[in-house]
């Protein structure tokens, strides 16, 4: 009886092992970074040119030992979710999780050097079978295929203490008044951040107002709300665009000044400088 339990013991021990091994042969193969190029979900279908819109990141990503490392396209900000695999079922299974919960359930293969993912939401579907994202399945089917490494980024070099604020691109290069400036800071601007987009609009009798874009995931698809955030009154002085708060949705805001150093403007892109030292660019709308 002792020599059939230790017999058996040795077996699930090798097995053990042999799995572990194959496991991780299977994780070195996602190792590296990655761009979708191909993506449905719930059986629309993403054009290619709209991906790095829709998805995290612009639609790239690094997967370093057992984690998806995206870095936003928008401001620079960097996010990270850990996944799992099961090599040994059939489709392959993955799992991807956050602290909070398992956020994804789904199955994957490598095709010619491509990753193929199908994922579910498991809070609307149980694990995908099928690579496919049918509509009514409430599913995403994406292919990812390997890119090099992004070059390191080079740093700018340094600005000049007061630069001048100058056109844009399309007209002769000058230094603009005040004036000029305020003419072309009237209408819509949006700016885009890690949680979707600013729209500020600036009038001609110096008011202003201030739209919240997110967008909302609901079975797969990004549904864009509009949500009023501040308004009051603005000016420009001496190079520096300066909004005064009067109603908001955040109550510190309330009363208080945010300044803004212009960088360069011209008819559709608005270069600026914020309280905190960090550059942005702004695109008219309107």
């Known amino acids: ?84 695999i099961d090599a040994t079922q059939y489709p392959k299974g993955l799992d991807i999780v956050t602290r909070e919960k398992k956020e994804a359930v789904g199955i994957y293969r490598f095709d010619e050097g491509k990753l193929i993912v199908c994922l579910s939401d498991p809070e609307e579907g149980s694990r995908p079978t099928e690579f496919s994202a049918r509509e009514g399945s409430k599913r995403m089917l994406m292919v990812l295929k390997r890119v090099p490494a992004p070059e390191a980024d080079k740093k700018p070099a340094p600005a000049p203490a007061n630069p001048p604020i100058t056109a844009g691109s399309d007209v002769a290069a000058k230094v603009l008044t005040d004036a000029e400036v305020t003419r072309l800071l009237q209408g819509t601007w949006k700016y885009k951040d890690e949680a979707g987009a600013l729209i500020v609009s600036m009038t001609e009798n ?3 107002s201030s739209v919240r874009e997110s967008q909302q995931l609901r ?40 300044s803004f150093t212009v960088r360069s403007i011209s008819d559709r892109d608005f270069i600026f400088v914020d309280h905190m030292g960090r550059l942005g660019k702004a695109t008219r709308v309107q």
Not at 17 to 40: I, M, R, T
Not at 50 to 65: C, F, N, T, V
Not at 241 to 251: A, E, K, R, Y
Request: hydrophobic share 45%; glycine share 8%; proline share 4%.
């Open 219 to 258: 079975l797969f698809q990004k549904v864009f709300v509009r949500t009023p955030i501040s308004n009051g009154r603005w000016g420009v002085k001496q190079g520096t665009l300066t909004f005064h708060c009067l109603t908001s949705v955040i109550p510190s805001r309330v009363n208080q000044q945010l």
């Open 206 to 208: 110096a008011a202003w």
């Open 1 to 84: 009886m002792k020599s059939v339990t230790l017999f058996s013991l040795l077996i699930l021990l090798v097995v053990g092992g042999a799995n572990a091994a194959d496991q991780d042969a299977e994780l070195k193969q996602f190792q590296g970074h990655w761009e979708a190029v191909e993506l449905s979900e719930d059986g629309h279908v993403i054009p290619q040119e709209a991906i790095a819109e829709w998805l995290p990141s612009g639609g790239r990503m690094e997967i370093a030992e057992s984690a998806i490392l995206m870095t936003s396209p928008h401001d620079g900000k960097k996010s990270a979710k850990v996944f799992s």
